[in-house]
């Protein structure tokens, strides 16, 4: 008993071609999506610590107004 011959059609050849390629860009955006959540948390890190420079000058400012309205009243 012969076998029969399935043939390839030219649409599951293209078919087949634009899966590569899709799964290539997926896994392109998938790192590249990766890499912006890496840099999303470094520029929250460096938010945080500049609110906490700028609260900190603001306290500073704060006591050097209350020791200079505390002298010059006394």
Known sequence: MKRKKTAISATSIRLS???KICA????TL????DELR???????ADMNK???VIYFIIFLGGV?????SF????
Do not use: W
Not at 24 to 27: A, G, I, K, N, V
Not at 38 to 44: E, F, I, N, S, T
Not at 64 to 68: D, E, L, P, S, V
């Open 38 to 44: 890496v840099d999303v948390k470094d520029l929250r």
């Open 24 to 27: 290539e860009r997926m896994s």
């Open 50 to 52: 500049g609110k906490g």
């Open 64 to 68: 050097a107004t209350a020791i200079g």
């Open 30 to 33: 998938i790192k590249t999506i």
């Open 17 to 19: 071609t634009h899966e």
């Open 71 to 74: 002298f010059q009243f006394r």
